[in-house]
């Protein structure tokens, strides 16, 4: 057959139109995606005859094309962001979403959201209210703070802290806490955003009180500090903490402003891992101002949190730039509910998932892992199920050093490679995104959820991904 008849015999549009397979697929999803989808299917076609002289797969190609079709529209009416299965041990994995939220909360929010609220509504008065109001009180308390609000993020709070008190002046910083918080943004050029000029003082290891002492001038409008929360300098150093800049800065009349990045409420030490400065200590210690994040490891959605004194506070609820960074309902609902859950340090650590996965016992990671191996073994899968010690990270940016003991399921493919199969997983309908250690695969068990379990082991098996061709079999 030439090329010309192979031309032929793909079916025209609107004969296409008319099939009852196509006219389904218009019915389901809509006239002008299939539309889009047919005429793209159709020129692959066009393209794949014109270059390739296989006649017999161009036929096939042909037979196959309602299904290509189908395939196209369906992937243009599937949301391309999809829950993922954490198997790397990260509890807040930046690129997977950070902190998870409690589903009994994501319940209330869905409730909240989906009809009118109280947003910025005073019920009492029935006038205006204000949208941090839902949770400023519950921050106070927990933290000792006179006042609070929130933004979208705490790279934004530290901006509008800067704008709201010391644009157009200077502000110092030691030069050990010029921190990147990753994505290649810069603690440094977020300030300069603000319109406050940075003085740097002392050096990377060691900065003395006498440092900050004679950097302060007239144009000075703050002192801060910034919590090295995803680096550590060790050896030879030397910080000024809050408590001695706070009579410094008294001296002077000027504020102490500390940036935490990962804002904890509670003390971890008490659960074998390393002491992080909380809230609490930097207020009791006398910062005027202190911002965190919502997501790292407070557990919460994505925001920065600001609190302190109420003079301050008022100033940035009055910055015309916190119009701009203002979180939304959904985010004042969530803070909302993760802030009560705080008010019982038992019922934290029970409900915030990020605090229950911190804190899970090393014998329950152990057990459930043994359980994942048993589902897995059943699943007759071609690979040796194995289990290994290995250790979690906090992640986010939060406790770099810190190492949790932990147990991971290993997953070694007897039949394709162990780079393969990672690709193969990322692949699934619901992507199983794993640690590759020593040519071996590793799930984590630390932070999946054992309703995931039998998930994980359906999609090995049913779509024979461990097989050599296997029906997922990476595009
Ligand atoms: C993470 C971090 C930030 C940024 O917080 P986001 O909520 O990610 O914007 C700022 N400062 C410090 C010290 C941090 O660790």
């Given at each position: 057959?030439?090329?010309?008849?192979?031309?032929?015999?793909?079916?025209?549009?609107?004969?296409?139109?008319?099939?009852?397979?196509?006219?389904?697929?218009?019915?389901?999803?809509?006239?002008?995606?299939?539309?889009?989808?047919?005429?793209?299917?159709?020129?692959?076609?066009?393209?794949?005859?014109?270059?390739?002289?296989?006649?017999?797969?161009?036929?096939?190609?042909?037979?196959?094309?309602?299904?290509?079709?189908?395939?196209?529209?369906?992937?243009?009416?599937?949301?391309?962001?999809r829950m993922v299965v954490n198997g790397t041990g990260t509890v807040l994995h930046t690129n997977l979403g950070?902190?998870p939220?409690?589903?009994?909360?994501?319940?209330?929010?869905?409730?909240?959201?989906?009809?009118?609220?109280?947003?910025?509504?005073?019920?009492?008065?029935?006038?205006?209210?204000?949208?941090?109001?839902?949770?400023?009180?519950?921050?106070?308390?927990?933290?000792?703070?006179?006042?609070?609000?929130?933004?979208?993020?705490?790279?934004?709070?530290?901006?509008?802290?800067?704008?709201?008190?010391?644009?157009?002046?200077?502000?110092?910083?030691?030069?050990?806490?010029?921190?990147?918080?990753?994505?290649?943004?810069?603690?440094?050029?977020?300030?300069?955003?603000?319109?406050?000029?940075?003085?740097?003082?002392?050096?990377?290891?060691?900065?003395?009180?006498?440092?900050?002492?004679?950097?302060?001038?007239?144009?000075?409008?703050?002192?801060?500090?910034?919590?090295?929360?995803?680096?550590?300098?060790?050896?030879?150093?030397?910080?000024?903490?809050?408590?001695?800049?706070?009579?410094?800065?008294?001296?002077?009349?000027?504020?102490?402003?500390?940036?935490?990045?990962?804002?904890?409420?509670?003390?971890?030490?008490?659960?074998?891992?390393?002491?992080?400065?909380?809230?609490?200590?930097?207020?009791?210690?006398?910062?005027?101002?202190?911002?965190?994040?919502?997501?790292?490891?407070?557990?919460?959605?994505?925001?920065?949190?600001?609190?302190?004194?109420?003079?301050?506070?008022?100033?940035?609820?009055?910055?015309?730039?916190?119009?701009?960074?203002?979180?939304?309902?959904?985010?004042?609902?969530?803070?909302?509910?993760?802030?009560?859950?705080?008010?019982?340090?038992?019922?934290?650590?029970?409900?915030?998932?990020?605090?229950?996965m911190?804190?899970?016992?090393?014998?329950?990671i152990?057990?459930e892992a043994r359980r994942l191996q048993?589902i897995l073994r059943?699943a007759?899968l071609p690979a040796k199920i194995g289990t290994a010690a290995c250790e979690s990270q906090?992640g986010?940016?939060?406790?770099?050093?810190?190492r949790l003991?932990s147990t991971a399921v290993t997953i070694k493919p007897e039949k394709i490679s162990v780079p393969e199969l990672e690709e193969r997983m990322r692949h699934l309908p619901v992507p199983v995104i794993p640690r590759t250690v020593n040519d071996t695969i590793l799930l984590d068990v630390r932070t999946l959820q054992s309703k995931e379990f039998h998930l994980i082991a359906d999609q090995l098996k049913?779509l024979e991904v461990l097989e050599?061709?296997s029906?997922i079999a990476a595009?």
């Amino acid at each position: 057959m030439d090329k010309n008849n192979l031309y032929r015999s793909i079916p025209k549009v609107d004969v296409l139109l008319e099939d009852a397979d196509v006219q389904a697929m218009i019915e389901r999803y809509s006239r002008d995606t299939v539309m889009e989808a047919i005429h793209i299917e159709m020129d692959k076609l066009r393209a794949f005859i014109g270059k390739s002289g296989d006649e017999e797969e161009a036929m096939a190609q042909i037979a196959m094309l309602k299904s290509h079709i189908e395939m196209t529209v369906a992937a243009m009416h599937t949301p391309n962001m999809r829950m993922v299965v954490n198997g790397t041990g990260t509890v807040l994995h930046t690129n997977l979403g950070r902190a998870p939220i409690a589903r009994e909360h994501m319940e209330r929010i869905a409730a909240l959201a989906t009809g009118y609220s109280n947003l910025e509504y005073n019920l009492e008065e029935g006038r205006r209210g204000e949208r941090y109001s839902h949770f400023e009180k519950l921050l106070c308390k927990l933290t000792g703070a006179e006042a609070a609000m929130a933004v979208n993020n705490n790279a934004a709070a530290v901006m509008l802290i800067l704008s709201s008190l010391a644009k157009g002046g200077e502000v110092v910083v030691s030069r050990g806490e010029l921190v990147e918080i990753g994505g290649k943004f810069r603690i440094p050029d977020v300030m300069e955003q603000s319109g406050a000029a940075l003085v740097e003082v002392g050096t990377t290891n060691k900065t003395h009180y006498s440092d900050y002492e004679e950097a302060i001038t007239e144009e000075t409008k703050a002192l801060l500090k910034v919590h090295t929360s995803n680096y550590r300098i060790v050896g030879f150093t030397d910080t000024v903490g809050i408590d001695e800049l706070v009579p410094l800065a008294k001296e002077h009349g000027l504020p102490v402003i500390e940036d935490l990045g990962s804002g904890v409420l509670i003390d971890l030490s008490k659960y074998g891992i390393t002491y992080e400065p909380t809230v609490q200590d930097s207020i009791r210690k006398g910062a005027d101002v202190v911002c965190f994040s919502g997501d790292k490891l407070l557990g919460g959605p994505q925001a920065g949190i600001i609190i302190g004194r109420k003079k301050y506070i008022d100033k940035m609820k009055k910055n015309q730039l916190t119009r701009a960074l203002r979180i939304d309902k959904f985010t004042a609902a969530s803070l909302e509910l993760v802030l009560q859950e705080y008010l019982s340090e038992e019922k934290a650590i029970r409900n915030i998932p990020v605090l229950r996965m911190i804190t899970k016992p090393q014998e329950e990671i152990a057990r459930e892992a043994r359980r994942l191996q048993r589902i897995l073994r059943n699943a007759g899968l071609p690979a040796k199920i194995g289990t290994a010690a290995c250790e979690s990270q906090i992640g986010g940016g939060s406790l770099p050093l810190e190492r949790l003991p932990s147990t991971a399921v290993t997953i070694k493919p007897e039949k394709i490679s162990v780079p393969e199969l990672e690709e193969r997983m990322r692949h699934l309908p619901v992507p199983v995104i794993p640690r590759t250690v020593n040519d071996t695969i590793l799930l984590d068990v630390r932070t999946l959820q054992s309703k995931e379990f039998h998930l994980i082991a359906d999609q090995l098996k049913e779509l024979e991904v461990l097989e050599k061709t296997s029906l997922i079999a990476a595009r």
